[in-house]
């Protein structure tokens, strides 16, 4: 039977719960975002005694679905103070799943001293000094509880950056070979399991007795045909774009549709950008001999595979993963063209434990002001290394790009809800912009990504310059992301289930395989706008208002190049969005 692990971190102990029947479909954001709005007083500071913190996995994970091995994280925001959901793509995940462990909540004030490891496995879970571990960079405490625990568990840890409670902080999950290398990155999570003094969380999976399906033969039926239209799209195909090129190949798409921002927002275009984009990145793996470009997956059982392992010039490993949203802020938008220098800043944040499209932002609003010049590769990884050291700079910068935007007495920061935009210009692609605008999630292109359909083609064609009908596609897709993300699917199933009917058939059947319900292709929109209506309830009572469902006054005044639009998107269009 499911089980919730609740971990007192006043207390020091963990009681285990049978799932409430109203939360028995729940799984990933769902879960995660309903218990948030239940038992944590909106209010609330999100460093302080009454948030929480929320592990969970999807209602699929642990089971044979393809690329579903993905883990929700939620809890009230340090970065927005609103609702957050962000999730990683781990093996940690999948254990979880076949642990049935449904969520773990981390609660209660911790003593101010002392640092703490839970220990999950099959028939147990405890809490453990891990004072051993103060100050460790991610890979450091990986290197430690593998030898320690043995190389089949997976790992939960944050960096000097969570612990010091800067809310840029991201959550560091193991890969699929222990790497401390995949995050859930957004929302300064890390900050909130810093504040509880938990520096890792090890689960063990031997004995577990897997996911509990209640119809094998529907879910079978269903999982074959999710895998056969994932096997065929062009996008998600062995050999497909994802896998040759991985995400990164967006870059130069982006930037050839003027929606890459570039020089903290100035520009749709960027002149460096084949130089990190994903074929230079490919062909410069395939030169220095690395291997994992093609063919590595965050954890076993993704069949789309889009992660890469980046090498140094001798063909030693660099840096997992180097992705377009990464390659992206780090490089574009700090106007940065030297892939090293990209990977290494990557590398910096993971080793850290910050989110990498948060960390470009705020570079680049500290090259506004003139802290370290646009173009300064070198300049960036020091700012990163302040970071990590923990510098009066360094928490600046540490707290996001809109802290770092009033600390310096810049105008123009692309956040919204105090989250860093990410990779798509809001100006050149008007249904991301209504996303970011109105998600209660602050700017996050995952929580409703119209790009497929505006600059892609799946999906639909959109002109991505009108704004006509990119209400309804913002809310659609976010209501689309909020139910993938419930189930805990890899968002990049999307790009096969848009176009292939099948396959969107084969995901509903699948989940109604595991939980034994008579959901229809249908139900997505209406369980989807369930989990957003909760969130934003959370946000209402947090203090929220139709206000903070704004882009940046700057975007509206500011012709962005080479379109030379402004956002142009009225109040009523965004209020329209969830009316
Ligand atoms: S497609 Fe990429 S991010 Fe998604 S599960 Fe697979 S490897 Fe992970």
Not at 153 to 171: C, N
Not at 253 to 262: D, F, I, Q, W
Not at 472 to 499: E, G, M, P, V
């Amino acid at each position: 039977m499911a089980k919730i692990l609740r971990v007192n971190m006043a207390q020091r102990n963990i009681i285990e719960e049978e799932v409430p029947e109203q939360l028995a479909l729940l799984g990933g954001r769902g879960l995660t975002s309903t218990m948030i709005l239940d038992e944590v007083p909106p209010g609330c500071h999100a460093l302080g005694p009454n948030n929480k913190l929320i592990f969970a996995p999807g209602v699929v994970t642990g089971s044979a679905a393809a690329s579903s091995g993905r883990i929700s994280v939620g809890s009230k925001s340090p970065l927005t103070g609103g609702i957050k959901e962000s999730n990683a793509g781990t093996p940690v995940a999948t254990m979880l799943g076949r642990l049935r462990i449904k969520a773990i909540v981390v609660e209660g004030d911790p003593a101010p001293e002392g640092w703490w490891l839970l220990r999950v496995t099959s028939d147990s879970a405890e809490l453990l000094p891990a004072d051993d571990l103060d100050g460790a960079i991610t890979s450091k405490v990986n290197e430690v509880l593998l030898e320690r625990y043995g190389n089949r568990v997976g790992i939960v840890t944050v960096g000097p950056a969570g612990e010091q409670r800067m809310a840029m902080a991201g959550i560091c999950f193991s890969d699929a070979e222990g790497r401390a290398s995949r995050y859930a990155g957004r929302g300064g999570l890390g900050a909130v399991m810093g504040a509880k003094r938990l520096k890792a969380i090890v689960v063990d999976p031997q004995g577990a007795p897997g996911v509990e399906i209640k119809d094998q033969p529907l879910f079978r039926k269903g999982g074959r045909k999710l895998l056969d239209a994932l096997q065929t799209h062009a996008v998600t195909k062995p050999g497909g774009t994802l896998n040759t090129y991985g995400t990164d190949a967006l870059v130069n798409v982006m930037s050839e549709a003027g929606g890459l921002p570039t020089r903290n927002f100035a520009r749709g275009n960027f002149e460096g950008a084949n130089k990190i984009g994903g074929e230079t990145l490919a062909e410069t793996i395939a030169k220095r001999g690395g291997k994992g470009l093609s063919g590595h997956a965050c954890h076993q059982g993704c069949v789309i595979k889009c992660s890469n392992i980046f090498p140094m010039e001798d063909g030693s490993e660099h840096v997992s993963v180097v992705e377009y949203e990464s390659a992206w802020a780090l490089g574009a938008n700090c106007e940065i063209d030297d892939l090293d220098d990209v990977a290494e800043m990557i590398r910096l944040c993971n080793e850290y434990g910050v989110d990498t499209i948060e960390a470009g932002v705020a570079i680049g609003v500290a090259m506004e002001a003139g802290v370290v010049p646009f173009g300064d590769g070198k300049g960036a990884i020091k700012l990163l290394n302040e970071m990590g050291e923990g510098t009066p700079l360094g928490h600046i910068i540490g707290n996001g790009a809109a802290f770092t935007g009033r600390a310096f007495g810049v105008v123009r920061v692309p956040t919204v809800k105090g989250q860093a935009m990410p990779a798509y210009e809001p100006r050149a692609v008007k249904g991301m912009g209504i996303t970011y605008a109105t998600s209660p999630m602050g700017a996050d292109h995952t929580a409703g990504y119209t790009v497929a359909q505006e600059i892609l083609g799946i999906g639909g064609s959109e002109d991505a310059l009108a704004v006509e009908g990119k209400a309804d596609l913002s809310r659609s897709s976010q209501a689309a992301s909020a139910f993938i993300d419930t189930f805990d699917y890899c968002l990049f199933i999307a790009f096969a289930i848009l176009d292939i009917d099948t396959g969107l058939e084969g995901m509903v059947e699948s989940i109604n395989g595991v939980l034994g319900t008579e959901y229809t292709t249908a139900d997505i929109d209406r369980i989807g706008m369930e989990v957003l209506r909760t969130e934003r309830r959370f946000n209402e009572l947090a203090g929220f208002t139709s206000a903070d469902d704004r882009l940046p006054e700057f975007m509206t005044y500011e012709p962005l190049p080479p379109h030379n639009v402004v956002a142009g998107v009225s109040e009523a269009e965004l209020d329209s969005v969830f009316a």
